[in-house]
C-alpha cells in the first residue's frame, strides 16, 4: 500500500498535476514509504547510491554500485543525452530493490535525479527567483515542466498574451519565475509570465534611460493598427504612425512594412510619464517640400499621376511624396463637371500647371484648364453687346434660363428680359428645356465667365414707342379675363400687354371675390383709368363704363378707342 501521508509530505499529491509527478516516483515492487524509511541507509531498498559505468551493451548501461550483483539502467529511458553516456562515468542512482525476483539489483538514475532535484530546489530556490527548464507535458490546466523536478506552470502564466494552443510548448526549454512553493506539499508553480514581465519592465527602463528625441532606433515590427504600426525598441514600444512612414500617400501600414521585419526608425517624441513613444520612418530622409517652391514655380506645366478623387478633386502626384489638388472648378474652361471621376480616373498621367505653392502648409493647386487657352478671353470680341444669337435652352431655374450659345458656353436670359410687356411669374411660362430660341447679347463678363441675354430685346419697347400714344386714361378698350386674383382681374388688352381691373372697379357694389363678377376667358369692355410709364402698369374700370364718368374722369366727349399695335409697332 502507498502510504499517502508521506505521498503528501513529499508533494506528490495529485493536486495541480502531481499525479504525473507521482508517476516519476513510483516503480516496480518498491513503494515510496520503503524509500522514505530506508534512505540514507548503506544498500538499503530506497538509499542513493554512487555507482560507475563499467559497460555499455545496446541499451544496457551495466553500473558497478558495490553490491555482489551488478545494477543495469535503460540507456534510452534514464539518461537525458544517451550520447554523452561513457564508460568510466559516475552516476547517482536510487536503489529500489536489492534483489528483485530474477536475482538482480533495480536501480533507477531519473529517480534519484528527482529526489536530489526537490532537495536542491527548496534548499536554493525561493518564490520570486528565475529558474529554467524543459517542457514535458501538457496537462489539465497547464504544462508540467521539468526545472530538475516537475513543476506546475498554469496555462494563464504561459505568455503575456494567452496563447491559442499552449501545446506548442511542449520540448521547449522556456524561462520562468517561481510563483509559489508549498513547503508542506512540496508543490512549485511558476510563471513564464512574471518572467517575462520583470524582463520587460526592466528591458523598458534601460530603453527609457537612453532613450533620446532625434535618436536613430532599431526595432521589430509587433502590431498594425489603422493608424499605424507598434515597433518593439527592446522593452518598450513605440508608435510609427501612418503619417510618418512615408512623404508619399500611404493608404495601410502593411503597405510598408510586415509583422517581424526589423526596421530602423527615429525618436520623434517622448512622453515618459505616460510611456508614450512616437517614431517616425521618413524623417530619416529630407522632406521633398523642402525646395518645392523652388522646384514647381508658379505657371510650369509639369506631369502627374492622378492618385485619388474625391467629390471636390482630384490628386496628382508629382513625385514620391508630392501630390497637389485639382480642384473641380479648374478642370474645364466650358464643361459642366458634376463630378471629378467623369474627367479623369486613378492612375492617369495627366499635364497640370502649377498654380499656387504653400510648402508651409504643404499644399499645391493645380488646374488642368490652364493647359489649353481661356475660350472666355476672345468672347466679348466674338460676342459684341447687341449680337443676335441662336442657342438651345440647357435648364430652367425661377430666375430664368440657361441658353447653350456654343458648345460649352451659357448665357442667362433673364426672367425680366422676356417680355416688354407681360408679366411672367416663371420662365417655363414661355420656355422648356430644349427650346431653340433667339435672343440678344447684353453684355459678356470675362472675370466671371457670364454672359447676359434677353428676348425681348429684339423688339422695341412697346412703353416708349407705342403704348403711350394707343393707350390713354379716359380711352374704352376691350380686353380678355386672363387671370384671377383676389384683389382683381388681369385683361389682355392685346398680344403680351394687360391691364389691371382692381375688385373696386368691378361694381359699384362691393364685390368679395372677382369670381362671383368675371370668368376666365370673358371679354369685357373697360375704361383706362391710368397709364403708369414708370412702372409700366395699366389701371382699367368696369363699373365706370356701366355707370358713367365720375368727377375724377377725364372729360371727353366721346370715348377714344385705341389703335392696335403688333410686336410693340402701330398698326
Not at 508543490?187 to 509570465?193: A, K, L, P, Q, T
Amino acid at each position: 500500500m502507498v502510504n499517502h501521508a508521506l505521498l503528501k509530505e513529499l508533494g506528490l499529491d495529485s493536486q495541480n498535476g502531481n499525479d504525473q509527478i507521482k508517476d516519476l516516483y513510483e516503480g516496480g515492487d518498491v513503494s515510496i514509504d520503503t524509500m522514505l524509511e530506508n534512505s540514507g541507509k548503506t544498500f538499503a531498498n530506497g538509499s542513493l547510491l554512487t555507482g560507475k559505468i563499467v559497460n555499455i551493451r545496446g541499451d544496457d548501461v551495466i553500473l558497478e554500485i558495490g553490491l555482489k550483483s551488478e545494477g543495469v539502467l535503460s540507456l534510452a529511458r534514464e539518461f537525458d543525452n544517451p550520447g554523452d553516456v561513457e564508460v568510466g562515468d559516475e552516476v547517482v542512482v536510487l536503489l529500489e530493490q536489492v534483489e528483485s525476483e530474477n536475482g538482480l539489483v533495480q536501480i533507477s538514475k531519473r529517480k534519484a535525479d528527482r529526489i536530489r532535484g526537490w532537495e536542491t530546489i527548496i534548499n536554493t530556490k525561493k518564490e520570486g527567483d528565475p529558474v529554467s527548464g524543459k517542457v514535458i507535458k501538457k496537462i489539465k490546466g497547464g504544462l508540467l515542466v521539468d526545472i530538475g523536478v516537475p513543476v506546475f506552470l498554469p496555462a494563464s502564466q504561459v505568455d503575456v498574451r494567452r496563447p491559442g494552443e499552449i501545446g506548442e510548448f511542449i520540448n521547449r526549454v522556456v524561462e520562468a519565475e517561481i510563483l509559489k512553493i508549498d513547503l508542506e506539499r512540496r508543490n512549485i508553480v511558476i510563471s513564464r509570465r512574471k518572467f517575462m514581465e520583470r524582463q520587460r519592465s526592466e528591458a523598458k527602463q534601460k530603453v527609457f534611460d537612453d532613450l533620446q528625441v532625434g535618436q536613430l532606433r532599431h526595432g521589430i515590427v509587433k502590431n498594425f493598427a489603422d493608424f499605424g504600426a507598434f515597433i518593439d525598441l527592446g522593452g518598450v514600444d513605440g508608435l510609427l504612425h501612418i503619417t510618418d512612414m512615408s512623404w508619399g500617400r500611404v493608404n495601410r501600414p502593411s503597405d510598408v512594412l510586415k509583422l517581424e521585419q526589423e526596421v530602423e526608425v527615429m525618436v520623434l517624441s517622448i512622453d515618459r510619464e505616460k510611456e508614450k513613444i512616437a517614431l517616425g520612418l521618413k524623417q530619416k530622409h529630407a522632406s521633398p517640400w523642402e525646395h518645392a517652391d523652388e522646384k514647381y514655380p508658379v505657371g510650369t506645366r509639369v506631369k502627374g499621376q492622378v492618385t485619388n478623387i474625391t467629390t471636390y478633386g482630384a490628386f496628382v502626384k508629382l513625385e514620391e511624396g508630392v501630390e497637389g489638388l485639382v480642384h473641380i472648378s479648374e478642370m474645364s474652361w466650358t464643361k459642366r463637371i458634376n463630378h471629378p471621376g467623369e474627367m479623369l480616373s486613378v492612375g492617369e498621367e495627366v499635364d497640370v500647371v502649377i498654380l499656387e505653392v504653400n510648402k508651409a502648409k504643404q499644399e499645391i493647386s493645380l488646374g488642368i484648364k490652364q493647359t489649353e487657352a481661356n475660350p472666355w478671353t476672345v468672347l466679348a470680341d466674338k460676342y459684341p453687346a447687341g449680337t443676335v444669337v441662336t442657342g438651345k435652352v440647357r435648364n430652367v431655374a425661377n430666375y430664368g434660363a440657361f441658353i447653350e450659345i456654343e458648345e460649352g458656353i451659357d448665357g442667362l436670359l433673364h426672367v425680366t428680359d422676356m417680355s416688354w410687356t407681360k408679366k411672367i411669374a416663371h420662365p417655363s411660362e414661355q420656355l422648356k428645356k430644349g427650346d431653340v430660341v433667339q435672343c440678344v447679347v447684353l453684355s459678356v463678363d470675362q472675370d466671371k465667365n457670364r454672359v447676359a441675354l434677353g428676348m425681348k430685346q429684339l423688339t422695341e419697347d412697346p412703353w416708349i414707342h407705342a403704348i403711350p400714344t394707343n393707350y390713354r386714361p379716359g380711352m374704352i378698350v376691350r380686353g380678355k379675363v386672363t387671370k384671377i386674383t383676389n384683389f382683381g382681374v388681369f385683361l389682355e388688352l392685346e398680344p403680351g400687354l394687360e391691364g389691371l381691373l382692381h375688385i373696386s372697379e368691378l361694381s359699384e357694389d362691393k364685390v368679395e371675390n372677382p369670381q362671383d363678377m368675371v370668368k376666365l376667358g370673358d371679354e369685357l369692355e373697360v375704361k383706362i383709368l391710368r397709364v403708369d410709364m414708370d412702372d409700366r402698369k395699366i389701371g382699367l374700370s368696369l363699373k365706370r363704363v356701366q355707370g358713367g364718368s365720375s368727377a375724377d374722369e377725364p372729360e371727353a366727349t366721346e370715348p377714344e378707342r385705341p389703335r392696335k399695335y403688333r410686336g410693340g409697332l402701330e398698326s
